[in-house]
């Protein structure tokens, strides 16, 4: 399992949103550079990076701050208004790992087959839920298509990752769905990463007790940021999960 810290990027700077809602923002990294480099000294193998202007414009909007983040020398997995195969490309040679397509996938099934094919190990879906429901455009939009059936359009194809968020805790402190990620996860063979919620440790430790269902991540974003727990200290759990496993 990995640890995914989180930087959402809003005019260069990281910040946090209550439910997705834009209107409930904080600001919490001035500095995404810095606060990448913190997680980096931590131990932090990768950083979860969202561009959430992009995702609102439809294209890649903070070049720069990514840019950054890359510089630590962190894997660095993208999404935010990425949609079509040249905007991945640039961002694959800007020197991100992986992208994540979360509207595209949902709007343009064709681009992520055909992604997930040309970039190997490298493309990731977004599954960003409410309600069990997919959102798209930056959870502008809600859909009716069910999380599980998006999930199961791309099985066959590559995809490496599927980041589940639960928008109704996203950012909301409020324990992560772990019971829903297990569920996904032992439904579908593409490894599930969790995301939405995060408070504490005991997130952390009920996530690692689940893995085995198929969950590869955690990503943590306002609990580390307002310091709920220490880096370090969730890493240890997960670096003692995966220890026991092997």
Not at 8 to 34: C, E, Q, S, W
Not at 65 to 72: L, S
Not at 208 to 214: D, I, P, Q, R, V
Request: hydrophobic share 45%; net charge negative.
């Amino acid at each position: 399992m990995n640890i995914y810290p989180a930087i959402d990027l809003k005019n260069g700077r990281g910040v946090r949103l209550l439910h997705g809602d834009f209107r409930k923002m904080t600001i919490y990294a001035p500095d995404v550079g810095a606060k990448a480099a913190e997680f980096v000294m931590a131990g932090c193998k990768w950083i979860h990076v969202v561009d959430l202007d992009g995702a609102l414009q439809g294209k890649p909007v903070n070049i720069s701050a990514v840019g950054h983040i890359v510089k630590t020398g962190a894997k660095v997995q993208l999404g935010g208004g990425i949609r079509d195969l040249k905007m991945i490309e640039d961002w694959l040679s800007f020197g991100v790992d992986r992208i994540i397509l979360g509207t595209a996938a949902l709007k343009n099934p064709d681009l992520l087959r055909q992604a997930a094919r040309l970039f190997e190990g490298r493309i990731a879906v977004s599954a960003d839920a409410k309600e069990g429901m997919i959102a798209a455009e930056g959870w502008a939009e809600l859909s009716t298509v069910p999380v599980i059936e998006l999930v199961k359009r791309f099985e066959d194809c590559g995809v490496v990752a599927v980041i589940f968020t639960d928008i109704g805790r996203d950012g909301a402190l409020t324990g992560i769905n772990a019971s829903a990620t297990a569920d996904l996860a032992s439904k579908t063979d593409i490894p599930i990463i969790a995301s939405g919620g995060v408070k504490d440790l005991e997130d952390i430790k009920a996530c690692s007790k689940l893995a085995h269902f198929g969950i590869e991540g955690i990503i943590t974003g306002r609990a580390l940021y307002d310091g709920n727990f220490a880096l370090e200290d969730a890493l240890k759990i997960v670096e003692n999960y995966n220890v026991n496993v092997d």
